[in-house]
DNA sequence: CTGTTAGCGCATTCAC
DNA sequence: GTGAATGCGCTAACAG
């Protein structure tokens, strides 16, 4: 076919052809240098397309790119919102996967809400992505199922329960052991009540939290004043009330609750009933948030190594997508991975100690 | 045990050409059916399409899509980081143009990062979206207009002096106005000595605090003791000595904080010190985070107006796109677009008085 | 109403 | 070393 030489002029953005007519060569030589491949090439060559690129100020089309390779270089997260904890991670697993020249595209999930969640989900399917990770999805598994199906391996963090069948791998935090070992430590520093303020009772972070709240007491011996409260239904008001009827004149109180946002409002209660923290009540806290070092009295809480999570879930998600891993990152899974129960990987959380619990 | 490529497991995802056999049609009327043309087309096409798709699990490959359409109906927005106002503000734009039938892929970059911010904004740039939303970008403007050129629409919010070839519009809360009131309410409240606190000297968002206070100590006519200071330079124990030192014995102080995370430090210190708020010192923050209401005292700080200036980045935006706006968005462009000074547009702060002021 | 065909921008064999 | 040719999956006229 007759095909003139394609005016420029058409489309603003320019393509590789027009490149390679401004640089007098063919598209697959250009299109060789844009991908530094290992082809000899011949350095003028080089320089023209190079010099062509830039006074045209050709952009690659990855739309087109990823098309041809059949293969989008594009990883997916979805988190349930930006801040806090989610947030952090997600910018630590972007600068890692960026490290293995993949990209990250983070959708949050506006508070848990199943219908936007499943939406991204879908849309990063769509965009083929070659990976995706997840936090424990407020989704049903099955539909889930359904929508990622054999293509697209899945990562999860912080969820429990899953089948293999759906998920690769999850990848969780410890909050079993953390709790027990809050409540281990009000005991400890002679606490002579512990209460448990949970939120959204039903959700598996704060299962995991009940269960080591349990396990911690189970393991004192001897038997102590306790309770499961949920804050999300009581209130902040009324789970101190409640703290404090349930404890009668025992003295202090241990609280651990769900979160460092949970913690603080409760502080705030106590100062304004003179209460004192923490000789009449201790608190312990979740996430380590820069307010509970800053709070006063400062809150004792649970780092998030949010650096080791992210170092573990792109590794595996790198391995599972074929890409050669670097010996560092092969000893981590090497490491971690035999400690596999099922396909559920617990990372150990620490404790940081502070004046609301006396330290 | 060599990992047999995953990805090429995807090489059996189904195209529209399988779904045209399976259904017995041609891939033009899959088309169809999959974007509910207008054409009309019998009912009993449409059915045997749809139960096509469903029972070979297709989805669509928005990559090709978007080639074809060359269009991506995806829009880019970088943020410094994800947390509290910036976090919100993603979450609520999201909405915003997901009504319109866009996508909004969020980056962070990483704390200001130039370099970082650069790549996201490439990597948007090449993946065609059809209009960017940047806060007041740490990069050079001239790197940008080289990044952005004349193709992709951009605006930009909470940034100042960008000349209007390169940012169709900015949308900005007005810091200035706000600091100002922020010197106001302590004088009004008693203050002798007023002091602000601020970080990251020579940011836009910065300098704009730093002019209302300036703005606000002037209208109130006499001479006030009063004092810049860089608490990225002193540190928080030496943002509060020098506001100490330079007030002398003039009680109470007033200290207006760069933002909310800065009060509540200068709060804990001022507990460890028995410096007593409000009666000593008394603090304006800026934000209105969780903490702000959650603190003992809680402190006076200035509410966002997320709903507000994200509306207005998604209607002009859209416009700009050649988007159809309904009735509502039509208006509200209408009310603020001719309050524009140049290509500025400016929106009011409300704020929320507490303890911290004595309120 | 439905099918045919020509791109969209780029990667990737193979010949030259 | 370099350049035509083919295909990636889909949309959009244009025929029929």
């Known amino acids: 076919m007759k095909n003139e030489g394609s005016p420029m002029s058409k489309s603003k953005q320019p393509t590789i052809i027009d490149v390679a007519s401004a640089a007098g060569v063919s598209i697959a030589t250009v299109s060789n240098v844009i991908n530094r491949r290992k082809v000899p090439m011949a350095p003028e060559t080089i320089r023209k397309v190079e010099e062509a690129v830039v006074t045209l100020g050709y952009r690659r089309n990855v739309m087109a790119t990823n098309l041809s ?14 801040g806090g904890y989610y947030g952090r991670f997600a ?13 990250l595209s983070v959708f949050s999930a506006a508070g848990m809400d199943p219908e936007i969640e499943q939406r991204h989900l879908e849309h990063l399917l769509q965009r083929r992505v070659d990976g995706l990770v997840s ?13 990622v199906g ?54 598996g972070a704060n299962e995991q939290r009940i269960q080591g709240f349990e396990t911690g007491l189970a393991e004192h011996g001897e038997p102590v004043v306790h309770a499961l409260l949920d804050a999300g239904e009581l209130g902040v008001v009324g789970t101190l009330d409640e703290a404090l009827r349930l404890s009668g004149d025992l003295r202090p109180i241990g ?30 806290g979740m996430d380590n948030e820069f307010f509970a070092r800053a709070s006063f009295p400062s809150i004792t809480s649970f780092e998030m190594p949010v650096d080791l999570q992210t170092s573990l879930v792109a590794a595996f998600l790198m391995r599972e997508i074929g890409e050669e891993l670097d010996e560092e990152n092969t000893q981590l899974l090497e490491m971690y991975l035999p400690h596999v129960a099922g396909h559920e990987l617990f990372i150990d959380l620490e404790m940081i100690e502070r004046k609301s619990t006396g330290n």
Chains 1, 2 share one sequence.
């Open 135 to 147: 936090h424990g999805l407020a989704m049903s598994m099955q539909s889930t199922q359904q929508l």
């Open 69 to 82: 390779r059949r293969r989008s270089y594009e990883l997916g997260l979805i988190i349930p919102h930006f």
């Open 91 to 103: 910018e630590k697993l972007e600068q890692r996967v960026h490290h293995f020249g993949y990209h």
């Open 150 to 203: 054999e293509g697209t391996p899945l990562v999860i963090f912080n969820g429990w329960g899953w089948p293999s069948e759906i998920v690769k791998l999850a990848v969780n935090l410890d909050f079993a052991k953390a709790s027990s070992q809050a409540v281990q430590h009000f005991l400890a520093n002679g606490c002579r009540s512990v209460v448990y303020a949970g939120r959204r009772m039903g959700m």
């Open 255 to 284: 609280i651990y609750t769900f979160n460092d946002a949970l913690s603080l409002e409760l502080l705030a209660v106590c100062h304004e009933r003179g209460i004192r923290v923490p000789e009449d009540v201790q608190l312990i």
